[in-house]
T-cell receptor, first 112, second 115 residues
Framework: DAKTTQPNSMESNEEEPVHLPCNHS???????IHWYRQLPSQGPEYVIH???SNVNNRMASLAIAEDRKSSTLILHRATLRDAAVYYC?????????????FGAGTILRVKS | NAGVTQTPKFRVLKTGQSMTLLCAQD?????MYWYRQDPGMGLRLIHY???????AKGEVPDGYNVSRLKKQNFLLGLESAAPSQTSVYFC??????????????FGDGTRLSIL
């Protein structure tokens, strides 16, 4: 099954940028790269996704390697509210809909 | 706008009991999903539905049944609960769109303990 590999944990200072890496060497041509985050006692929250090109939205930026085997989620200015588990996920096409293949994620700690 | 609502939020069952978890979404989404999350792990897909009256198996379907009688509701049933089904259950909905291109919207989960 499609799989991603992320660091177990990372730490950042408040107001500084954070780069969260992800490896997905078995990605197939139709798999999108999604990032979700999960705060304690809440469901996952969508952050950003992309296929081949870098993407920006109000929450973050996604940088995708040219060979698509890795990607990096960039939080431009970390705040305390960004402390969460961040999941790099391959969105695998099924006959209908798509399956999100979750790994264990990266615990991001933000220091004030 | 409530989004995705799961009921109940918490439940404790005894082995062998049955129960139904309810997921309701008010976004008129076609697709709905049930996942489970065990401690320290990511979510795993149990069952999903691509529209009213349709259901399909996901990655870990054994011991669960589902029904989608109305577009806005997706029910997850445990016929005979087992301790291995102790987990946090998440429901998600998704707008129908281009292949693998739509984000999923999650509820806040149902924490289920089976003794």
């Amino acid at each position: 099954d499609a799989k991603t590999t992320q660091p177990n944990s990372m730490e950042s200072n408040e107001e500084e940028p954070v780069h969260l890496p992800c490896n997905h060497s078995t990605i197939s041509g139709t798999d999108y790269i999604h990032w979700y985050r999960q705060l304690p006692s809440q469901g996952p929250e969508y952050v950003i996704h992309g296929l081949t090109s870098n993407v920006n939205n109000r929450m973050a930026s996604l940088a995708i390697a040219e060979d698509r085997k890795s990607s990096t989620l960039i939080l431009h200015r970390a705040t305390l509210r960004d402390a969460a588990v961040y999941y790099c996920i391959l969105s695998v096409f099924m006959e209908y809909g798509n399956k999100l293949v979750f790994g264990a994620g990266t615990i991001l700690r933000v220091k004030s | 706008n409530a989004g995705v609502t799961q009921t109940p939020k918490f439940r404790v069952l005894k082995t062998g009991q049955s129960m139904t978890l309810l997921c309701a979404q008010d976004m008129n989404h076609e697709y709905m999903y049930w996942y489970r999350q065990d401690p320290g792990m990511g979510l795993r897909l149990i069952h999903y539905s691509v529209g009213e009256g349709t259901t399909a198996k996901g990655e870990v379907p054994d011991g669960y049944n589902v029904s989608r009688l109305k577009k806005q509701n997706f029910l997850l049933g445990l016929e005979s609960a087992a301790p291995s089904q102790t987990s946090v259950y998440f429901c998600a909905s998704q707008n129908q769109g281009p292949i693998s291109n739509q984000p999923q919207h999650f509820g806040d989960g149902t924490r289920l303990s089976i003794l």
